[in-house]
């Protein structure tokens, strides 16, 4: 009978409903002082004509004629059927089903074969856009590898992330591009290239730019509503999207749970119609963060029901609901009367749009990107990809006295000690079958094998219905593990092994591990009971004797319990580890962890460390924060080394003066000490499957450090804002800051020296017409080969009763140079650059502020090499209101 009511009989009616829907898009404009009339703008600038990037106006327009038609062959049950991530086939139109959601923040989210790169926030270190083109045109092209060998879907959900690192409390800092609005949305307009791909006809896969928009809390970011002053969200907040959008293209732009300024993101017209669509030209299509199309109602109890959160979310220009409410709930909405068949149907024809560009609907011999074959995946080419992008992500904090890079030839004995000295991969990573860890990289550049302590769960070999994922605790589990399950591993040595040790999880009601060796038709040799731990990543280790075995066996794992996914597998290990013996001719090498991330001190792994340093020539501690400490829905409340990892690292040093730090970690901690007492400290944000081999060729001197920090490091929460406070003026970002903070933004040291000379700005004065243009030479002085970044800074003119930005990166370099080698920089800041213009608070648009503005060129935010001015000249009448501003750099000329 359901289908049958109106809307009034449940207590609401279709102009009531539509009148709070347009109730709400007038707040949000009122609130952030958006334009009520940027539903008229089209162009770049008033009168500028649309200059599409990537899939040209034509094949756009085929696409969607063809897609327009097919969803007009729908029925309403079929329609609403499409608004979901799981599409079913509709076998009477030739339409398969098709899976939205893939993930591949930095690698595909999937067992082997696959690269693992580094982390976004590691990337974002670079400084490197011709690096970022590499390594997602390598993930694009393994996407596609993986598409021809088992029809995995090409509608991602990441990359790429682009809420700023505002603050660094936030849980997931680690998957995001840094502070700052024109390197992160440089580096994210190349990330979206890489992942689209240079067809004019064709998509390579379709990137997503998530979480839109200001979505930097995490605990609650289900119901939380974002508190934003009209100067932050234009001028900051904004800045990665329309990027993406304007200058890089996205077809995909996932909407947040959270809310601003009251107005859910996902039912808010005002973001995903007029200022997405209308005023930069989105093209794509919108998913909802997963379930939270049933947040406008059950969360943020905006509206009363499901139905009228799916009817406004499609009103409000969300296509496809990662979740229920609109699948389930539509069909019921057309029948009250909150939304019709003909809006659904424009919402489905969006994403199938992007189908069609994918070439699924096309013979494969059309489509340039069917033919990538399945073998590209991890190849070699990638493998040594990502060597190199692990390398340059590495930044060097301290070096005193030149303590790095270490000498092995001048080492007896090295001590390796630290809680995240194993494997660490970050959030939303695939399952590598390299996995290189910090400890092994090290061990590697010594000449010593070291045996790992565990088997993780991505190192299987063999599976039945399993899936794998990031763990929390670094590394890779096994999850979505049926009562049918099985997996096997390659063959381990028995030999003096007593017992086995399993960690594993359940928050599906527990259930039955059990090992058997060979063959899954062995007698099982130990027998597990995993109870349920109240989280999939709640770990609990599990250890039983076993006996009768020696020499190398395959190992299988055979599980039972309940309906549904019942347990995650972290990784297994047989007892005792045995330690490798000492190589004649090679360093003595001792490893002892010290401590746990943010367990409290155990006395025997405390002792063991500080021993093991006392007794080495050098102690290279590795130490750092997981996901543990913050990740997907949880942030943290403080920014130090969790645990008693400061106790380890003082304890360390006063038995060995001669101890470097290896922040081998997913976001900034506060160093204070450290940076007062150590001689030398590295920097390896979570580095991909070749961290290890990275990380040693820094401390061994094979490689040169040219990274930047992408982020401001404070020396205490006290030096920031209150969590929840979105005002950048309040003190956020090296932008806005006056403390006397640990690392400022784009610091980095280097093994060698550098020299700036030969500045010249081209034009005394800046206009419309004329771009600033500063050209300098930049010389390597030192002995050793290595990479410059350089910035240039605007500080704009000074605006009466406006507070602007201390200063502003408006461009970089990063200039590669061998020892004595010399090369020109051309860099170029064009008159629509954001760092020229601001948001007027009572005119509602974007305005510059003609006068003298200051030009800083440094190796940091903080460490001005050359401080010179430049005349802002007016905006003319003719230019009209500038309703776009450019937020990348633009590419620098290094001859």
Known sequence: MAEHQSAQDVGISRRDFLSAAVSAVAIISMNTEADAASSRETGLLAGAPYRPVGISEAAYRRARARAVELVSRMTLAEKVSQTGTSAPAIPRL?????????????????????????????????????????????????????????????????????????????????????????????????????????????????????????????????????????????????????????????????????AVNGIPCCASHFLLTDLLRKRWGFRGYVVSDCG???????????????????????????????????????????????????????????????????????????????????????????????????????????????????????????????????????????????????????????????????????????????????????????????NDSWVEFAPQDFTGRTSMAIRASSAGGGAT?????????????????????????????????ISGFTGGHKVFFTFSGGQGPIVNLEWFQLLPYVKPAPVPGKPILRFEAGCTVTGERDDAMFTAAVDAAAKSDVAIMICGVNQEVNGEGHDRPDIKLTGVQHELIQAVYKANPKTVLVLSTNNTVAVNWEQDNLPAIVLAVFAGQAQGTAIADVLFGKHNPGGKLPCTWYRSIDQLPDFHDYDLRKGRTYMYTTADVLYPFGYGLSYTQFKVSDWAIKHTSVSAKQPLQAVFTVTNTGSMAGAEVVQLYIEAPETPGVKRPIKQLAAFARVELKPGESRKVTLT???????????????????????????????????????????????????????????????????
């Open 513 to 545: 591990v059990q090992a058997r060796a060979d063959s899954l038709q062995a007698a099982p040799f130990a027998e597990f009971k995993v109870p349920d731990t109240g989280d999939w990543q709640k770990w609990e280790t599990f250890t039983l004797p």
């Open 94 to 258: 030739g339409i398969p089903a098709y899976g939205v959601g893939n993930e591949a923040l930095h690698g595909l989210v999937r067992g082997a074969p696959v690269t693992s790169f580094p982390l976004p926030l590691a990337l974002a270190a670079s400084w490197n856009t011709a690096l970022i083109d590499q390594i997602y045109t390598a993930v694009s092209d393994e996407a596609r590898g993986w598409n021809s060998h088992d029809g995995t879907g090409m509608l991602f959900f990441s990359p790429t992330m682009l809420n700023l690192f505002r603050d660094p409390r936030w849980g997931r800092c680690e998957e995001g591009l840094g502070e700052d609005p024109c390197l992160a949305s440089t580096i994210a307009v190349h990330t979206v290239k890489g992942m689209q791909g240079s067809n004019s006809d064709y998509l390579k896969t379709s990137c997503c730019a998530k979480h839109f928009i200001c979505n930097n809390t995490d605990d609650d970011r289900l119901e939380v509503s974002a508190p934003v002053d009209a100067r932050s969200y234009w001028e900051y907040y904004t800045r990665c999207y329309q990027a993406c959008v304007v200058e890089g293209g996205v077809f995909n732009v996932m909407g947040a749970y959270s």
């Open 292 to 482: 939270a199309i049933e947040c406008i109602a059950e969360n943020h109890h905006y509206v009363p029901t499901l139905e009228q959160a799916a009817a406004l979310g499609i009103q409000a220009g969300c296509d496809i609901n990662c979740g229920d409410a609109m699948p389930g709930h539509l069909a019921r909405a057309v029948a009250l009367e909150l939304v019709s068949e003909e809006e659904i149907g424009h919402a489905v024809a969006r994403w199938y749009t992007g189908r069609f560009l994918l070439g699924e609907f096309d013979h494969k011999d059309r489509v340039p990107y069917a033919h990538i074959a399945f073998d590209v995946c991890n190849c070699k080419a990638h493998q040594e990809l990502a060597v190199q992008a692990a390398r340059e992500t590495i930044v060097l904090l301290k070096n005193q006295n030149n303590f790095l890079p270490l000498n092995p030839q001048n080492l007896k004995s090295v001590a390796v000690i630290g809680p995240t000295m194993g494997f660490h991969l970050g959030g939303y990573s695939g399952g590598p079958s390299i996995n290189i860890s910090p400890l092994e990289g090290i061990a590697d550049a010594l000449g010593i094998s070291v045996p790992r302590r565990q088997v993780w769960g991505n190192e299987m070999v063999n599976s039945h219905n399993v899936q794998t994922q990031s763990s929390s605790e670094g590394g890779t589990n096994i999850d979505y593990i049926y």
């Open 829 to 895: 800041v064009p008159y629509t650059h954001y760092s020229l213009w601001y948001w007027h608070e009572d005119e509602r648009k974007f305005t510059l502020q003609p006068g003298t503005a200051v030009v800083h060129l440094g190796d940091s935010s903080a460490n001005v090499l050359i401080r010179d001015t430049v005349d802002i000249l007016p905006q003319p009448a003719a230019m009209g209101e500038a309703r776009w501003i450019s937020s990348t750099a633009a590419p620098a000329v290094i001859v």
